[in-house]
C-alpha cells in the first residue's frame, strides 16, 4: 500500500523526526511503499525555543523526504494537500503534538481525503499540550475532525482525545523503542568520552528542558539523596528550551555545583547510546506526561527507570521491576532514587527490562494502523 507520512522529518532534529522516521522504515521493511512529507518551515525562528531546530547531518538513507509545506504558509497547506490527494495514498499519517500544527495538518487533511481513497489516521503524542495557550481547544478540535482514525500510546491519551471526539475509532498502542541509536557502549568507555570519574554512580535526566520536565524537582531531591550515597552524580543531558539562571541559582543554593554536570545542547544522534551507557538510572521527574520517547530509549539500552505516576509513565514501568514510580515531588523521587540504590544489588532489573521491552516492538504499532484502516475501509488494502 502507498503511505505517506506528513510531519517532522529530516532536516529537523528531535524525537518527532526520529520516530517518523522509524515508523516509515518498519512500513517499508514490511513491503509497503512510503514517502514523508515534511515542512519548509517548522517553526518561524521567533518562536522556536532552542539554538536550532536542524540537524548538521547528511539526510537518512533509504527514505523518501520531501519539504513540501510550511507551518505558517496557508499556500503551501493547499500545494501540498493536493499532492496528496493526486497520488492517492490508501493511508495519509500525523503525527500530533501541538496545536500550532492544526491549521496545516487540517488543512492537508482535508484536501487530500477528499479523494476519496485516503484514509487519514492521527498519532496523538499529546492532546491537551503540557503547556497551554488559548485557541488550544479549537484548533485541537479542528485537527480531530479532520481525523477518520486515531493511534494513542497511553490510556490518559485516549481519554483525553475521546472527550474531543467518541466516534473515532482508536487503537491504543504503547510508544515502541527508539532502537535506532546504535547498541550501547561499556560503562568506562562511555564515561570516558563524556570526561567523567567511573568511581561515581550517575543519575540521567535526558531531553530539552521545559517546566513540566520537573528538572528543578530532581535538583531538590537530589540534596536529600546525597546525604547518603556521596559518590553520586547527576548528569543532564540536553537543550534549555528556558531561561537556565533559575536553574543555575538552585543548583547553588542546593550545594550541589560539583554534583551535577550540565550537558546544555542538543544531544546528536550518535551521542544517545554514550549517555545512556555512562548511567546507573533514568529519571523522569515531570510534572505532566503523556509518554515519553526518553523512557523508550532507557528501554532499548537496558536502564532501570524512576519516572513520576503522570500520564501513560506508570503505565509502561513496572514499580519494583524495571524501576520505581514515585509522585511529582522532591521527597518522593528522592525515596525512589534511594529505593533503587539500595536494592539494585538483590533486584534483577535488567532481566525484568529484558523482558518488558519485548512488547514495545514497531510491527505492534504498524499493525495497529494497519487494524485501523482495515476497520474504516472494511476490506483489506491491495498490496
Known sequence: MKIIIAGTAWPFRGGLAAYNERLARQFIAEGHDVSIVTFTTQYPSLLFPGKSQYLDAPAPAGLDIRREFSSVNPFTWLSAGRKIKKSEPGILIFKYWLPFMSPAFSTIARIARSNGKTKVIAIFDNVIPHERRPGDIFLTRLFVNSADGAVVMSESVKNDLLGFRKDIPVFLNPHPLFDNFGAGLDRKEALSKLGLDPSFNYLLFFGFIRPYKGLDLLIKALRWVKEEYLNLKLIVAGEFYEDDKPYMKLVEEEGLKDDIIFFNRFINDDEVAVFFSACDLVVQPYRSA???????????????????????????????????????????IADAILLYLSERSVTNFVSFIKEEKKIYSWDKMTAGIISIYKKLTGNDYQK
Open 290 to 332: 503523556t509518554q515519553s520517547g526518553v523512557t523508550q530509549i532507557a528501554y532499548h539500552f537496558e536502564k532501570p527507570m524512576v519516572v513520576t505516576d503522570v500520564g501513560g509513565l506508570k503505565e509502561i514501568v513496572p514499580d519494583g521491576k524495571c524501576g520505581y514510580v514515585a509522585r511529582p515531588e522532591p521527597e518522593s
